[in-house]
């Protein structure tokens, strides 16, 4: 495994269209800066919102995983998750104008060469791993669906999957070693049993289906007028079995590609946990509701060994915003102006940095032989931070101030000394209305949580 982050060299192109909305979708997948992770954005929509690629995100998991963020989706995403997980790629932006990652082949094999192709670049940042610590289990026992994580120095998979269904009998896949991946497991298309066409159909799913991008496994017998229905359906001008009960289906990839497909998903759907992992995972018949479900517990249990999620700080990497652009947004000025750069914002969540230096001025009456920064002024520039992130909601920030309104929750865990570079990260928890914003606000020191509040704030449109 690598031990340090990769992005991809140069963007990447793909057209294509989704398997379930039938829309037409351009993706370019972008470059981006270490401890970014992995981002969607829908760049049709206005604003351009960005989603994080975790399962905190997922909002639907019928027959695909969506990710969804203030009404708007973005569908199918456990493909290009898999092949970026699968090559170890940390940092990206996925950019796409429709509503839906394209289906390509039905398989990462696609993205997978397109990120190959475009090239890696190592990044000089070691990677975060989670570390399963202790065993978890998942079981859905009306489903007979199970999923296991144990305590592992590597990342493996092994997957099991078994049907009612003569045609395609009981399979495993594993996978040892995420290196593999490509070769192994990305060549391995979506599957879909003949019974379940039509009703998926009737559900407004696979409107992009066609028998290019999935291999459909005849599971019970089949009438010329069936047959022509289904050629209608998937806009063909016949629709045959093959002698191995595939409807129109080249020869399979490897025996068991229905089993290593499943494995394509639990891979993609696992890099919903928002870090690499280390640990063997074991799954019987995972499906996407039991994957998001699973890696939604073992992404708790990360967060859980981490305490919060920290935020990753490169004193070497471009600033969102410099000094100078900052005092271009807040009101405050020096020595009020407590957000020395942003190094990360998006419409969620921003992080802002603060290097509190021993020559402070409000260390000449706070202690001054023993200097700590004042509480209050540790929440002012987290406060500060939290403003950047609701004035980058308008257009013009510079005729709007934000104004503190209420503070709870509040805890101080940790002296902050000169010396200390402060990294704070504040969080919408709501939607913004009628100009209140409600944050979640931390501040680390050394990766150590030193305060942390839920605050209040309003926009205010300046007088002219």
Do not use: W
Request: glycine share 6%; with cysteine.
């Amino acid at each position: 495994m690598h031990t340090t982050q990769h992005t991809i060299q140069q963007a990447v192109k793909l057209l294509g269209v989704g398997i379930h909305t039938g829309c037409p979708v351009t993706l370019t997948c972008l470059p981006a800066a270490p401890d970014h992770g992995i981002k969607f954005q829908r760049v049709d929509v206005p604003d351009r919102p960005t989603i994080e690629a975790t399962a905190d995100r997922v909002v639907d998991v019928t027959r695909s995983t969506t990710l969804g963020c203030n009404g708007v989706r973005i569908g199918t995403v456990e493909h290009i998750l898999a092949a970026l997980s699968g090559l170890e790629i940390d940092n990206a932006l996925i950019q796409l104008d429709g509503p839906e990652v394209p289906i390509m082949d039905g398989s990462a094999l696609p993205f997978v060469e397109a990120f190959q192709q475009a090239g890696l670049v190592e990044q000089g940042v070691s990677r975060h791993f989670f570390q399963i610590k202790e065993s978890l289990l998942h079981r859905d026992e009306a489903q007979d669906v199970e999923l296991a994580a144990f305590p592992l120095a590597d990342y493996r998979l092994i997957v099991m999957i078994g049907y009612d269904a003569t045609i395609l009998e009981s399979q495993h896949a594993s996978l040892a070693h995420i290196g593999d991946f490509a070769q192994e497991v990305a060549p391995c298309r979506t599957f879909s049993f003949l019974h379940e066409l039509e009703a998926l159909h009737s559900q407004g799913l696979i409107r992009g289906g066609y028998l290019d991008n999935a291999v459909v496994i005849v599971d019970r017998g089949r009438s010329v007028q069936e047959l022509a229905c289904l050629a209608k359906l998937f806009n063909r001008a016949n629709t045959q079995v093959t002698q191995a009960d595939m409807l129109n289906s080249v020869t399979l990839r490897y025996p068991n590609e229905p089993a290593r497909h499943k494995l394509l998903d639990l891979v993609g759907d696992l890099a919903l946990v928002g870090q690499p992992i280390k640990g063997q995972v074991v799954a019987h018949k995972p499906g996407h509701a039991a994957n998001v479900a699973f890696a939604k517990k073992l992404r708790k249990m990360m967060l859980r060994q981490d305490g919060l999620p920290i935020p990753r700080y490169n004193i070497n990497s471009k600033p969102v915003f410099d000094s100078r652009q900052i005092t271009k947004i807040l009101p405050h000025r020096y020595p009020f102006q407590l957000v020395d750069k942003v190094i990360q914002l998006d419409d969620r969540t921003v992080t802002g940095i603060k290097n509190v230096t021993v020559n402070e001025p409000f260390f000449q009456g706070h202690f001054p032989n023993n200097p700590v920064m004042p509480g209050v002024l540790q929440i002012e520039a987290i406060v500060q931070t939290g403003g950047i992130l609701v004035l980058n909601t308008v257009p013009d920030p510079e005729h709007y101030s934000t104004y503190f309104l209420a503070i709870d929750k509040c805890r101080f865990r940790k002296m902050v000394l000169p010396g200390d570079t402060l990294v704070m990260r504040c969080e919408l928890l709501a939607n913004i209305k009628r100009g209140i914003a409600k944050m979640k606000g931390s501040a680390f020191v050394d990766n150590k949580l030193a305060c942390e509040a839920i605050m209040l704030a309003q926009i205010v449109k300046d007088k002219a």
